[in-house]
């Protein structure tokens, strides 16, 4: 028998056959510090038993057993390469077992997310942001959640991206912003090192085209001319939604800004609704001059009222606001296609511009749009209400005058 043989022997000592008929309980060698160990109860399991030599590391020179699983899960060929590997950590002066607990210790990227808001959702102004992040780091970076967050590459961020970047254009951008974030707080943990995979400037919009060359989608206006019929047909449907959109169509508001009014912000004789700050996109409250027909919508309305904190426009779950579907679904329901409630606030600007003498700023004010810089913002210090009634009256009029046919 050769040198080499008897070297091989003495390493691969076990065969699959001993493998699975050993029944003495002990720690059976294949050699290279591999066991085979049989308890008393017969299960068998495998294990690297080897001396930590490296200083520093708690038991230093002591027999340490670091186990590698059960042999139903692990065959003798997948151990004697686990082995091969933990020898290799000791070569280069690293403790196997010390290894393994860092590699358990890092959390993977769904679990650094979930961290990440919890520490930064009290920046949040509002619910819907929240629900923005949520969406963004559980739904559409989904793919990343079980992924240890070291081992985030570029290819796993552009897999996320590039099936929205050209069809969800902002989502995608927004979604990218979060996913940097959540991988630099990583960093900062000591959990990651090098670069971000998920940077734009540098790296990404090498492999993205720009969000401003793209085509961006545009929230669909109803003609002008169309909207005191759909007046009509609001007014003969008893439903919250129908109330809840002819409110919104005759104010000029935003979606989620009527959806989720209640009845503290509006003050029925001074005809007025004043949205706070933490409920408007640009973070500054509003004051809504309401017209004659404005406030007629929230009278229908007064019969369900609530207490104070009660929402305007209930929906069908008790505290609960109208889902940010109703509107979606009433112009089904109304045979009403490629319009969105956005685009209300569209054929607004349209009409203050094209059929009226009021002045631009007014109605960029109306729809709670900044005006000029922040010098002119400074000295403009009233938002002209008073003002403001008299146009969002001459637009509920408007609104009244169904064209003959």
């Not at 009660?310 to 509107?327: D, E, H, I, T």
């Not at 089904?332 to 685009?343: A, C, K, P, Q």
């Not at 511009?353 to 009021?358: A, K, S, V």
């Amino acid at each position: 028998m050769t040198t080499r043989s008897v070297a091989r022997r003495a390493i691969n000592k076990l065969s699959a056959r001993k493998v699975a008929t050993l029944k003495e309980p002990a720690r059976h060698s294949d050699g290279n510090n591999l066991y085979l160990v049989v308890d008393p109860s017969g299960a068998r399991r495998w294990a690297f038993i080897y001396r930590a030599k490296r200083p520093g590391v708690p038991g230093a020179g002591k027999l340490r057993e670091m186990g590698l699983g059960s042999i139903k899960g692990i065959d003798l060929k997948r151990a004697r390469e686990l082995a091969v590997e933990a020898h290799k950590l000791l070569a280069a002066g690293i403790d196997p077992i010390a290894a393994r607990a860092s590699i358990k210790a890092t959390p993977t990227f769904g679990e650094v997310a979930d961290r990440w808001i919890a520490d930064k959702s009290g920046e949040l102004r509002s619910d819907k942001s929240l629900e923005r992040w949520k969406r963004a780091l559980n739904v559409h970076a989904a793919s990343l959640r079980d992924i240890r967050v070291d081992s985030v590459q570029t290819e796993d961020i552009m897999a996320v991206l590039k099936p929205i970047w050209s069809v969800k254009s902002e989502t995608a951008k927004m979604a990218r912003g979060y996913m940097e974030q959540v991988l630099n707080a990583a960093k900062a943990q000591g959990w990651r090192s090098g670069e971000n995979p998920a940077r734009w400037t540098g790296h990404l919009d090498q492999l993205l085209p720009k969000v401003s060359r793209l085509q961006r989608g545009h929230h669909k206006a109803m003609e002008l001319h169309a909207i005191p019929g759909l007046m009509v047909s609001l007014r003969e449907r008893d439903a919250t939604a129908a109330r809840a959109l002819e409110f919104l169509i005759l104010t000029a508001a935003r979606s989620g800004e009527v959806r989720e009014a209640v009845w503290s912000e509006i003050d029925l004789a001074a005809a007025t609704w004043t949205i706070p700050a933490e409920r408007m996109k640009a973070a500054r409250s509003h004051r809504v001059p309401l017209s004659k027909a404005a406030v007629a919508v929230l009278l229908k309305m007064e019969p369900q009222r609530g207490g104070d904190d009660a929402f305007v426009f209930p929906g069908q779950k008790v505290g609960r606001p109208l889902s940010n579907m109703a509107f979606k679904k009433l112009m089904d329901r109304l045979d009403i296609e490629d319009v969105t409630s956005h685009g209300f606030r569209s054929a607004f600007r349209d009409w203050a511009g094209d059929q009226t003498n009021y002045p631009r700023e007014l109605a960029e004010q109306a729809l709670a749009h900044s005006i000029g810089d922040q010098a002119e913002q400074a000295y403009r210090r009233s938002d002209a209400l008073e003002r403001r009634r008299s146009m969002m009256q001459d637009w509920a009029d408007r609104l009244a005058t169904v064209p003959q046919t």
